[in-house]
């Protein structure tokens, strides 16, 4: 895809890793994230709908249109939301380079972890500026892979955590854009930009987060791209599986993870 290219794949793993992130990570990164009722929504690039269950459950109210390229994730996000009873979603293939909205036709707009995987993410947000009305808000919250320490920290670890950034980085994404964000968000015309870190931590004193976080969501992204990393010659394949091996011992007892997410809840005034 010339604007698009999802490092980690579209595989059932993938998917069900983007589920137990969005569980993890609910009360962290959703806790403020509600819609008054009768607005107009657009998320943009859902996926399989992992965040879209979440904004409908805190805003059942608020009438969502959920747009992602691809149709099969699409299929799953629609098969989700049925299972979760979710009424208040329009889900539709379009693109966010695209988007076959009037000027002005939704109050607000979502975007959680799209704009690393893009070429071109400021003409992006532009986009979506383009079709909030005055006064709208936008909220986009993304990661950065460059803030994530762990111990214990050993080369192996490190060099199968920097491969699965060498690998965005050449297929065109760049998943240290969380320091970005806001510098991305003023160039594409936004005002009133409020920033909101939050940081995820795992330690053996927070065991839902060292199992949903770090077991379930950090190592199989990075073990998603080990077929990718091994044949760009970023990595040999020993060094990668002793990454992984080292890796889950930060889950262990004496181990330890952080990891910042920088959500930025953005008001659109002219």
């Known amino acids: 895809m010339s604007s698009y290219d999802y490092v980690h794949g579209y595989s059932e793993r993938e998917s069900v ?5 969005a569980n993890t990570l609910e009360e962290l990164l959703h806790s403020d994230t509600k819609y008054p009722a009768n607005s107009k929504v657009l998320e943009a690039g859902c996926g399989i709908g992992a965040q879209t269950v979440i904004l409908s459950w805190n805003s059942p109210e608020a009438k969502i249109t959920s747009i992602d390229i691809s149709e099969n994730s699409l299929n799953k996000a629609r098969e989700r939301a049925a299972k979760e009873g979710v009424k208040n979603v329009e889900f539709r293939v379009e693109s966010i380079f695209y988007l076959p909205f009037e000027d002005e036709s939704f109050d607000h707009a979502f975007v959680c972890f799209v704009l690393e995987y893009l070429k071109e993410p400021v003409q992006a947000l532009a986009n979506l500026r383009r079709v909030l009305k005055k006064g709208g808000t936008i909220t986009v919250i993304e990661g950065d892979h460059g803030s994530c320490f762990f111990h214990p920290k050993t080369d192996d670890a490190v060099k199968a955590w920097n491969s699965l950034i060498e690998v965005q980085a050449r297929l065109g994404g760049d998943s240290l854009i969380g320091r970005q964000v806001y510098p991305l968000i003023k160039k594409a015309g936004f005002t009133d930009i409020a920033v909101s870190p939050r940081i995820a931590y795992s ?9 949903g976080f770090v077991r379930k969501t950090i190592i199989p992204m990075v073990e998603g791209v080990r077929e990718s990393a091994v ?10 599986d002793r ?27 002219f």
């Open 203 to 211: 330690d053996s004193s927070r065991p839902h987060m060292e199992e």
């Open 243 to 269: 990454g992984i091996e080292d890796l889950h011992r930060t889950a262990a007892e004496y181990g330890m993870l952080v990891y910042l997410f920088e959500p930025k809840f953005d008001s659109f005034i």
């Open 17 to 21: 890793r983007l589920s137990n992130q």
């Open 231 to 240: 044949e760009m010659e970023i990595i040999d394949a020993g060094t990668f």
